[in-house]
């Protein structure tokens, strides 16, 4: 089967001002993640642009951070951005184009942290892709390593919106450009398979420009719509204890909030 994500990801400018708001709800977790755990060695699966590697750099700790991603244009942007750091922390810091479900890296064993934040992990569309990515983190993992995945929690209502009424059109979100020359306005469409567990995003991306201009692009993105028991279910077949759940970026417990932050353990 083939899967709608490409182009999505193509378009680092707008995917970095469509997720400026994210970065206020999960950056702060991220840092405090770090500062409990104090790592040596930092990995970041589907690190896109680095909206979150390059704010964790700015965090107490000297750790060693990788990143890696499938997109080339994510990690030219995270290059790009890199480069505008210090010198320090440009050393610190290797970026890797790669699948997570393949990766293979040189300091495979070593890393005390893993990191897959942001609902990436729902870019796993076959069974083989998910047991892939966890056996190879795991396998990446030193020994006590964490991996940490955060994802949504599926919302029935919402599925069930995009399984009964899928030629709906929403008004996601309407965003000023930075420097205020367009707005954008973000709709989208929403199918969902539950034979599956696909969600198929339509979105409408459509800036309308001070000088009377405007734009509209199409993008299409497929997710897989993890529930919590099969989430869990990966780390347990692949070798993790569950150490937390939480719930949300303000740790709450698992259940209370809208996502699924899960922390396996590689206890040997
Ligand atoms: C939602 S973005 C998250 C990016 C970044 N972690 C953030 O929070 O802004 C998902 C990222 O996953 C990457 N990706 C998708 N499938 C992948 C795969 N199989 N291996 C590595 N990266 C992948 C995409 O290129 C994209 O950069």
Redesign the pocket.
Same mark, same amino acid.
Do not use: K
């Given at each position: 089967m083939a899967y709608d +994500?490409g182009e999505y #990801?193509e378009r680092v400018e707008d995917y970095d001002l469509e #997720?400026q708001s994210q970065s206020e709800l999960d950056q702060p977790f991220w840092r405090e993640l770090v500062m409990r755990y104090t790592p040596q060695r930092v990995l970041? /699966?589907?690190? $896109? @642009?680095g909206?979150?590697g390059l704010d964790l750099l700015h965090s107490p700790g000297a750790f060693q951070l990788e990143g890696?991603?499938?997109?080339p244009a +994510?990690l030219a942007a995270y290059q790009r951005k890199l480069a505008l750091e210090s010198a320090e922390i440009q050393q610190r810091v290797t970026l890797h184009q $790669?699948? +997570?479900?393949t990766y293979n890296l040189e300091h495979k064993g070593t890393y005390d942290l893993i990191l897959l934040?942001?609902? @990436?992990i729902t870019? /796993?569309y076959e069974l083989e892709?998910q047991l892939g990515t966890f056996r190879n983190t795991f396998d990446h993992l030193a020994p006590n390593g964490r991996f940490v995945v955060d994802i949504f929690l599926p919302d029935i209502d919402y599925l069930s919106d995009a399984l009964n009424r899928p030629s709906h059109v929403y008004l996601e979100d309407e965003i000023e450009s930075p420097d205020g020359d367009f707005t954008m306005l973000l709709y989208s469409s929403r199918k969902y398979d539950p034979f599956e567990q696909l969600q198929h995003l339509v979105g409408t991306h459509e800036k309308f420009f001070e000088t009377g201009d405007n734009e509209r692009y199409l993008t299409k993105l497929d997710m897989h719509v993890f529930f919590p028991r099969e989430l869990q279910l990966l780390f347990l077949a692949t070798g993790f204890a569950i150490e937390a759940i939480y719930g949300d970026y303000d740790w709450k417990p698992f259940g209370k909030g809208t996502r699924q932050i899960v922390v396996g353990r590689k206890q040997h």
């Open positions: +994500m #990801y #997720y970041e /699966l589907a690190c $896109g @642009s909206r979150i890696l991603d499938v997109a +994510m $790669g699948d +997570m479900a934040p942001f609902n @990436s870019h /796993l892709q």
